[in-house]
Nanobody, 123 residues
Framework: QAHLVESGGGLVQPGDSLKLSCVAS????????MGWFRQAPGKEREFVAT????????TYADSVKGRFTISRDPAKNTVYLQMDSLNTEDTAVYYC????????????????WGQGTQVLVSS
């Protein structure tokens, strides 16, 4: 069973926007913090953003601060990543993650991981 399923990736041009979605199973969502990570070709996976269960605590990587927005809809068991002003350095596979501790999720020690969705920013 896939506990986290991402969608919304695709090919866009520099400066464009894209919104990723991650639908979670009840087990991977209820009471859990959620986050987004990305892995570019030839690079290690890196933290992008996290959001607490209640949505009151949010953190971003410096590289995306001011351009990306993480949010969640509890009624839909879904977390979103709105990405604006995309540039070529944002090209990566984006992964959704969840776990009981937001700090642990941010550190990459999530309990659940999705399969990823590809984002390609190219002119």
């Amino acid at each position: 069973q896939a506990h986290l399923v991402e969608s919304g990736g695709g090919l866009v041009q520099p400066g464009d926007s894209l919104k990723l979605s991650c639908v979670a199973s009840a087990r991977a969502n209820n009471g859990y913090a959620m986050g987004w990570f990305r892995q570019a070709p030839g690079k290690e996976r890196e933290f992008v953003a996290t959001i607490s269960w209640g949505g009151g605590r949010i953190t971003y990587a410096d590289s995306v601060k001011g351009r990306f927005t993480i949010s969640r809809d509890p009624a839909k068991n879904t977390v979103y990543l709105q990405m604006d002003s995309l540039n070529t350095e944002d090209t990566a596979v984006y992964y959704c993650a969840s776990g009981p501790s937001r700090s642990e999720v941010q550190a990459g020690r999530a309990v659940f991981w999705g399969q990823g969705t590809q984002v390609l920013v190219s002119s």
